[in-house]
């Protein structure tokens, strides 16, 4: 992976100001951002924005590639849908197998819980990939949660935190859910959702994925 086999630097300066309070936002209040009219993730009806992270159960390091093209700048040197291997978390990866569901999560507090309950619902949704990502985690931190819920969804760390921006997160967690493709089917949820919910959105995704045409997900 050639972007986060780098160091990771100065490539995101321009974020360090707004992420730093995203951080402290979602650590010190740990649920939904609600202002009318803000972000509130990516919009049903537009494609996942590409990343490409280290997963946390292997050694890569890195920051995150956000790149859409070739030499993109700061975002990456490689397009992020190119970045595959092992120890990679790639969003396009995931969308090519089928609907994904995504959830962005600080690695303290209470709002990791989401990774519990999405490992739980898993085995009932077999085709539907379901990925979750730390942002700013520390490696120990996250592998320490890893093992003790028990995980098996894969978790990846962003270390400097661009999916924040990349990804309009304004909440922890925020979970969204795209149709094979890509394509952002509703919007995501902000802030801990229940199990119960979690169920519903899955069943609307499966649902309205099959509508258009997929035929995955049969036990």
Not at 34 to 45: A, H, L
Not at 141 to 165: C, M, N, Q, W
């Amino acid at each position: 992976m050639s972007r986060p086999e780098t160091t990771p630097g100065a490539r995101y300066g321009r974020y360090v100001v707004f992420l730093g309070l995203v951080i402290l936002v979602l650590l010190a209040v740990n649920t939904a951002v609600n202002k009318p009219g803000g972000i509130r993730g990516i919009e049903p009806g537009r494609r996942l924005p590409p990343f490409a992270v280290p997963l946390a159960s292997g050694d890569l390091q890195g920051a995150a590639d956000v790149a859409t093209h070739a030499n993109d700048g700061e975002a990456g040197r490689v397009p992020a849908c190119n970045e595959r291997g092992p120890q990679i978390l790639n969003v396009c990866q995931l969308y090519e197998r089928g609907p994904v569901v995504l959830a962005l999560f600080v690695d303290e507090g209470s709002c990791a819980d989401v990774l519990s309950d999405l490992q739980a619902l898993a085995p009932s949704y077999p085709g539907v990939q379901i990925a979750a990502v730390a942002i700013k985690g520390n490696r120990s931190s996250v592998r320490k949660l890893i093992y003790k819920r028990h995980l098996s969804v894969p978790v990846g760390i962003d270390f400097e935190g661009a999916l924040a921006t990349v990804y309009k997160v304004v909440s922890c967690p925020q979970v969204t859910f795209a149709y094979p493709g890509g394509v952002v089917q509703s919007k995501a949820l902000l802030g801990p959702p229940t199990r119960a919910t979690l169920r519903a959105r899955l069943n609307g995704l499966v649902a309205a994925a099959r509508a258009r045409g997929w035929r995955g997900g049969s036990a």
